[in-house]
C-alpha cells in the first residue's frame, strides 16, 4: 500500500506540474479555446512530447464519453463566451480508431462494453478514420 500511495503521489504531482505547463503555453501563445498537447508514458514511466494542436484532436475523442465535459463542449463554451469548468474524468478509457475497411468488420462489434461513434463519411479509403469506440476500462 505505501508503494502505491508514493505512485500516486508522484503522479499527481506529474498531472498538476504538466498541467500548469500547459496552462503557461496556452497563455504564452495568446490561446482563447482547446489546446491538444499529445503525449506518450514509455514503459519505463518517462513521458515525451508528440504533438500540440490548437483545436479538437483525434486523440481525445474518448472525452465524448471518459469527462464531463467533452473537447468539443469545451470548445464551443469558449467560441461562445460561456463559462467552462473543470474538466473530470470518470474512469480510464481506451479509444480504438476504426480506419478504412476496419469500419466494416462486423467481428469488431461483438463487444457490446465500448461506446461507438461513426462519422458517416461516404466514402471509405486505405488509412482513413472511419469512426472509433470508446471502453471504460477502469
Known sequence: YYDWML???????????????AKKLAQNLNLYGVLAIELF????NS??????????????????NGCNSSQFDILVRTICGLPVK??????KWEMINLIGHDVNNMCLYEDQNYILHIYGKKNVKP???MGHFNKNIS
Open 7 to 21: 505512485w500516486k503521489m508522484r503522479q499527481e504531482r506529474e498531472e498538476a506540474n504538466m498541467k500548469t505547463k
Open 41 to 44: 508514458e514509455l514503459l519505463d
Open 47 to 64: 513521458i515525451i512530447f508528440n504533438e500540440i494542436a490548437p483545436r479538437p484532436h483525434n486523440s481525445f475523442h474518448w472525452t465524448l
Open 86 to 91: 473543470d474538466v473530470k474524468c470518470n474512469g
Open 127 to 129: 488509412g482513413r478514420k
